[in-house]
């Protein structure tokens, strides 16, 4: 029963997804590429959820947060043609939206619903509230990591793609000279970067590094080490003293963490 109702989400959503593709190859293009991160968040989800040990419920849970974490993205990108919330809405409380207005997890208990609904609308919250229960936090850290390491792979792709295939929702910063040293000071004390503060590509890189100490499971770490994240996004930043001390900072950082 588990594993169909499963299946049937999967074909829910293969549904939901066809009708936003058309004939503007820029919203086919970011359709494809949400399209495609989505089922790897829903596989990397399963892959952290077992590695915690946790029931096969619990796992179809994060795999069916996974799948749904994003389902706001489409009718965003068809709309307005950008993934910034800032500039358009935010996409999460647009999935939960969705999901709502379509009832698609009615045949799921109301405690089971309640925890996918709440990992979907906080999972690209800037900080978790503190009032969350146990299994709420669990389910919302892990959609969290789920989606970074499948966005440091969108990254790491599209920096060795961007001369022959650009697109222009990736490049949506200026590629202008410098950065902004106190978003490297916020890493060090363990602060979260706003999204919105960003001015360049290069500030850009600097956030999505700071993504490495607000990951939450060893598997998490585990992956970006085996992948060299650190090193492809500190080789797209300016060689300096400054960017190689925060290179070290965060190598024995993802060290420590495995560590312990």
Known sequence: MENILVKEYYDWFSTYVKKFYGEDSLINQNIELKEIHTLKVAEHAVNIAKSLNLTQKEVDTAEIIGLFHDI??????KKYKTFRDAFSENHAA???KILEENRTLKNLDDSRRKIIIKAVNLHNAKDLPMDLNKEESLFCKLIRDADKLDIFRIIMGYERERKNHPNPALDNLPFTLGYNSELI????????ISNNSLKNYNDRKIYELSWIIDLNFS??????????VLKTLISCLPKNEEIDDLERYLDKYIENSIAN
């Open 72 to 77: 706001g993205r489409f009718e965003q990108f």
């Open 185 to 192: 000071k916020d890493i060090r004390s363990n602060k979260k």
């Open 219 to 228: 598997f998490s770490l585990n992956y970006i080490k085996e992948r060299d």
């Open 94 to 96: 647009l999935g939960v």
